[in-house]
């Protein structure tokens, strides 16, 4: 059996890592092409951009149709967007050329509640040319969803889950922290909240729905607060951006799945300069009765990464369609 | 579609705790038959037997193949023996009349390392006859193995994994206690252990095969210490039976699996009745590392009913043959 032949579509930060991970430790996998609009990049090598200290032999192009016609890739890798809408058109060109599709685009880890049409434009296309595509990676994808579902195999029976993810914001890239808003006054905060320019975490809904799927809970409806700052008590010089006191640090955000009027599921995800430690903690209310922590947090980069490369294969021998991670790993056994 | 229709095989401890879950929690299944051979348990009803206050209508049996014939199951629940050559002829039994199987028997987890030929006789009466066999449990196939399978989706590299589960055994039946050794002077627990007459947990060999399987590691070797006895201090009266200063209060097992000359997977399991905390912890040296812990350590018997109800449509709709449960739940994808 020869290798798995992998595009590498978005070269961002997380693409460039998942490059660099198969060039150096993934023998099992191939990298075929990569696409990237962004000028700087388009006609340099991915080996070069990825940091390998050497040319791999693959350019970057501007024009997916000829990657993905010319490279007769068995996977596409998509890492250009949070939004299904965004990466919709993306994913419906690999899906023509007969190239299965993962993505990190936090929507697609549960599209169906974002978009029920494009979910079913997905479906039957990848059903029709016999390809699978996939939204996952650490969050939403597996910390705040998966690995709870996938404890509650323990349980005779499960009566709330609560989920806390808490980051410490001064280890993570400088996109990040512009993501959750370090720097900002409160009311620029605010104002960007309002004005959709901090999106702070997308995912919290797909995790809900993810874990309502699998348990076979049936949602009154998932409550979203808006992000909330984490205001700084004293000045920070702990990340990229210098944070004055009272100017905001991070975010926290919130967001439960309400069953029969009862809350049943509760996400909270916090991510800020000034937490003294991270941690990513599932209580389960159930029995038994489950309360785990990761201490450090798992690092959210690394943690994708990982997820994108192991599922690879997983994706391939599944059946073709639109999945989510419950049918990938087979985690409907879970019931309340 | 009906309800899957179940023989609890053994009306044990946790025999009685699948019946008894089963009856008032799950209405998707339904008890069809009782097997067991304690005289005291013949003839009576599986309802009175497991506490439900009510009859159920299933007389426990002492004739196997009269109960796999005449009550038409889709599966058996095997809940008989740690050991594989006991529970072998079982196992044939209900293949014999194309009963799908699941057991606690804890060889069974990863039979192949006990007795290749036993494994291949199941393996091909249960494709002859379209069925599945599974052992599983708490500990083995979940906890110590599976678990940190599955959080290993998030590394990039895993260079070893140390599992550690201690448990409180002043929270345990007594049988439980007796099976570690509590109340024993030092000199009678040694030669128990000698004699086989205690053999503590089984399982952790493996745990280690799945752990090793899993990841395609080629392990050189498992090394198994013998049970160590957890010594009294003073005197405890916590547990079913008294101990006096200086006798036996539980025992610590360890093993570890040798990869490429490297201890690789090392596993630590601990019952006392002097334990301050008990906890279940996993630890994984990769990329990202890993350090979870989970405080309280699962309730072991609670746990190992969850799995085996929880995990019954999985099997059913896996492909025929003897199964591991990795797999059942795919964790294949989990690379080195």
């Known amino acids: 059996m020869g290798r798995i032949r992998v595009v590498i579509y978005g070269v961002g930060a997380i693409g460039r890592m998942v490059a660099r991970t198969i060039c150096e430790k993934r023998e099992e996998f191939e990298i075929v092409g990569a696409i990237d609009l962004d000028e700087r990049k388009v006609g340099r090598d991915l080996g070069v951009l990825a940091d390998l200290g050497r040319e791999i032999g693959v350019k970057v192009s501007a024009e997916?149709?000829?990657v993905l016609k010319e490279t007769t890739p068995d996977i596409a890798i998509i890492m250009t967007t949070s939004f299904l809408n965004k990466v919709f058109p993306q994913i419906m060109t690999c899906v023509k050329f007969g190239v299965n599709v993962i993505s990190t685009c936090e929507e697609l880890a549960y599209p169906y509640i974002v978009n029920k049409e494009l979910s079913r434009k997905m479906d039957e296309a990848a059903k029709a040319k016999g390809v699978r595509i996939l939204g996952t990676g650490i969050n939403p994808g597996f910390l705040m969803d998966v690995l709870p579902l996938f404890l509650t195999t323990l349980c005779i029976d499960v009566n709330a889950i609560e989920v806390?993810?808490?980051?410490?914001a001064s280890k993570r890239r400088e996109p990040f922290q512009r993501k959750i808003g370090v720097g900002l006054s409160v009311d620029d905060f605010r104002r960007s909240i309002e004005q959709g320019k901090i999106t702070?975490?997308?995912g919290l809904v797909q995790s809900i729905a993810l874990i309502a799927d699998a348990l076979q809970w049936s949602l009154d409806k998932i409550e979203v607060k808006k992000p909330a700052p984490v205001v700084a008590p004293s000045r920070i010089d702990r990340g990229y951006i210098p944070v004055p006191a009272g100017f905001v640090a991070g975010l926290e955000q919130k967001a439960c799945g309400i069953v029969g009027g009862e809350t049943k599921i509760?996400?909270?995800?916090?991510?800020?300069l000034i937490e003294d430690e991270d941690y990513d903690r599932i209580r389960i209310d159930g029995t038994p009765p489950i309360n785990l922590e990761i201490k450090p947090c798992v690092h959210g980069d690394q943690g994708t990464v990982g997820v994108i490369i192991n599922l690879i294969p997983t994706v391939l021998s599944s059946k073709p369609g639109l999945l989510t991670m419950i049918d990938l790993l087979r985690l409907h056994h879970c019931k309340a």
């Not at 806390?164 to 410490?168: A, F, L, Q």
Request: glycine share 6%; proline share 6%.
């Open 164 to 168: 806390t993810r808490v980051i410490d």
């Open 64 to 66: 997916p149709d000829r």
């Open 200 to 202: 702070g975490h997308v």
């Open 266 to 272: 509760s996400l909270t995800f916090r991510a800020s």
